[in-house]
T-cell receptor, first 110, second 114 residues
Framework: QKEVEQNSGPLSVPEGAIASLNCTYS??????FFWYRQYSGKSPELIMS????GDKEDGRFTAQLNKASQYVSLLIRDSQPSDSATYLC??????????FGKGTRLHILP | DGGITQSPKYLFRKEGQNVTLSCEQN?????MYWYRQDPGQGLRLIYY???????QKGDIAEGYSVSREKKESFPLTVTSAQKNPTAFYLC?????????????FGNGTRLTVT
């Protein structure tokens, strides 16, 4: 069974601080990794995609990938109350199959 | 604007009835997916299809059926055999020809069976 693991949280972070979200995956041949943000009752929206080892930055968001450790993370700098949501880690395990972790609930404290 | 349309937004059914959830996309994506989400849980894959007239079971296909007669459409039927059908159902699409392509989601259908 190919799995994606996330800490369910909630993760509480003060406003303005850095939020760090982590994800591990079991399928070593996975090539594409995605972070989605989901507000309560809404559908997920794509935050970041990452495919190569290292860091990828987009505004306040940085995705980090370490394929040797089968680990992908998302950093949110200068956290805002609007960042409070559930963050889903997704992994493309084959060209046409994408599986998700259970998500981490993030709460930004004003 | 291109996107994925799921209908209806809310659906109520009596236990023992089959129900079909609609998903239409105009993104010209080859691959389409159905996921189920229960409260406080992540997304679990029900079925997916890479091309017309072909589809594969996901991790929780029992009690569900799909068809892919057109590239734009991927309806999901929740049958009476599905023991716990009440959930939030999400349809998504992507371009599998590009291995890095992410999923694009519809707005979801919330199904309640009593």
């Amino acid at each position: 069974q190919k799995e994606v693991e996330q800490n369910s949280g909630p993760l509480s972070v003060p406003e303005g601080a850095i939020a760090s979200l982590n994800c591990t995956y079991s399928d070593r041949v996975s090539q594409s990794f995605f972070w989605y943000r989901q507000y309560s009752g809404k559908s997920p929206e794509l935050i970041m995609s990452i495919y190569s080892n290292g860091d990828k930055e987009d505004g306040r968001f940085t995705a980090q990938l370490n394929k040797a450790s089968q680990y992908v993370s998302l950093l949110i700098r200068d956290s805002q109350p609007s960042d409070s949501a559930t963050y889903l880690c997704a992994v493309r395990v084959r060209r046409d199959k994408i599986i998700f972790g259970k998500g981490t609930r993030l709460h930004i404290l004003p | 604007d291109g996107g994925i349309t799921q209908s209806p937004k809310y659906l109520f059914r009596k236990e023992g009835q089959n129900v079909t959830l609609s998903c239409e996309q105009n993104l010209n994506h080859d691959a389409m997916y159905w996921y189920r989400q229960d409260p406080g849980q992540g997304l679990r894959l029900i079925y997916y299809s890479q091309i017309v007239n072909d589809f594969q079971k996901g991790d929780i296909a029992e009690g569900y059926s799909v068809s892919r007669e057109k590239k734009e459409s991927f309806p999901l039927t929740v049958t009476s055999a599905q023991k716990n059908p009440t959930a939030f159902y999400l349809c998504a699409s992507s371009s599998p020809g590009q291995g890095t392509s992410p999923l694009h989601f519809g707005n979801g259908t919330r199904l309640t069976v009593t």
